[in-house]
């Protein structure tokens, strides 16, 4: 091990245990839900326990952008064949190009999020989107289209929050480093915090199993709490736990300084990919760095420890379900050819 990562391990292990009360006390015990030999990002749960997944194009290989993953574990192309069919030649307001994030909200609808950038290559024209998926019927009910304004050339929408109750959607943009708020009953969005030090990655080098990595991704995860008072964010190429209180994002006449001003930086929490509140009100991170899940208490600022696998390569997207288990997807994603297969896992807290 040369001696630049023999210390960037030394300080992660000083930071794990720092982070940790007690890191290896009351570990939960962990499932494996599915399995796959192609990567995935994004999993969901519906109210029923469906179980949908997206599988982001980033090779020249085809498949499904998006499926519903059955009880012994087929795939079926979701919501149909035909939005899961693209080319270069077909419109792209129509058919998903590059599938990041699925997301079941409290109404029970699907919420697939596309931010259109096949192979990370700057998206396609007319591409970037946000659907809204009657998950009775199959159908798509709504289509938020997002312009060069709100989503440029080289952004990469990652993640997204639905608040049914006020009725906007919360989205990341990690190639640039920005949030944009929608108001989806007006089918306004507005894009905010694109120069603010909290949606940028910080200059740190992830370490993940032994290994270094100099990545540059901006806000990634994010989350809404259960009473849609505060949206949580942090960059995946970062360390630090933020979150602004959500009336002043709703409000599209508030000035971008004053929204700024709003934003609290909660602390030291580790590199994460994506982040989710529990039933039990605590928010779950993944820890790429440690192969683990921790939990944060937003009343008492208190991190740990939840789950550390050796199967948790990785760990990618957080997903809450209703019966109170929590599901993740497996992403290998600092591995070019993992030897084991791609995983959901579920946890219960």
Not at 46 to 59: A, H, K, L, M
Request: contains cysteine; negative net charge; aromatic residues 10%.
């Amino acid at each position: 091990m040369k001696r630049s990562a023999f210390y960037s391990v030394l300080v992660l292990i000083i930071l794990f245990f720092m982070l940790s009360s007690d890191a290896f006390a009351n570990l939960v015990k962990l499932e494996v839900v599915a399995e796959s030999e192609t990567l995935w990002t994004g999993v969901a749960v519906s109210e029923r326990g469906r179980i949908f997944v997206n599988f982001p194009r980033w090779t020249e290989k085809k498949g499904i952008s998006v499926a519903e993953i059955t009880a012994t574990g087929d795939l079926i192309p979701y919501p149909d064949k035909e939005w899961n069919l693209w080319k270069p030649d077909l419109p792209a307001s129509d058919h998903l190009i590059c599938v990041q994030t699925v997301y079941v909200d409290r109404e029970n609808y699907l919420w697939i999020l596309d931010p259109a950038s096949p192979r990370l290559e700057g998206i396609v024209q007319g591409g970037p989107k946000l659907l809204k998926i009657d998950l009775k019927t199959g159908q798509v009910i709504r289509k938020l289209s997002f312009d060069i304004s709100t989503a440029p050339e080289q952004s990469y929408l990652n993640d997204v929050r639905i608040d049914t109750e006020k009725g906007f959607a919360y989205i990341t943009d990690s190639g640039l480093g920005a949030l944009l708020v929608v108001d989806i009953e007006k089918g306004q969005t507005r894009r905010i915090l694109d120069d603010h030090p909290s949606t940028k990655a910080e200059d740190i080098t992830l370490v993940i199993e032994g290994s270094e990595f100099d990545l540059e991704i901006h806000v990634d995860g994010l989350a809404l709490d259960p009473k849609g008072e505060y949206l949580y964010y942090q960059s995946l190429s970062g360390r630090t736990l933020y979150r602004v209180p959500t009336d002043v994002l709703r409000d599209f006449s508030v000035s971008p300084e004053m929204i700024e001003r709003r934003v609290q930086k909660l602390g030291i929490t580790g590199a994460a990919d994506g982040m989710e509140f529990g039933m039990d009100g605590k928010l779950y991170l993944t820890s790429i760095e440690f192969n683990a899940i921790r939990s944060y208490d937003p009343v008492t600022g208190k991190t740990e420890v939840v789950a550390w696998d050796g199967m948790i390569k990785w760990p990618d997207t957080l997903s809450a379900a209703r019966d109170g288990y929590i599901y993740f997807t497996v992403s290998q994603l600092h591995q070019d050819n993992p030897d084991d297969p791609y995983r959901i896992l579920r946890f219960k807290p």
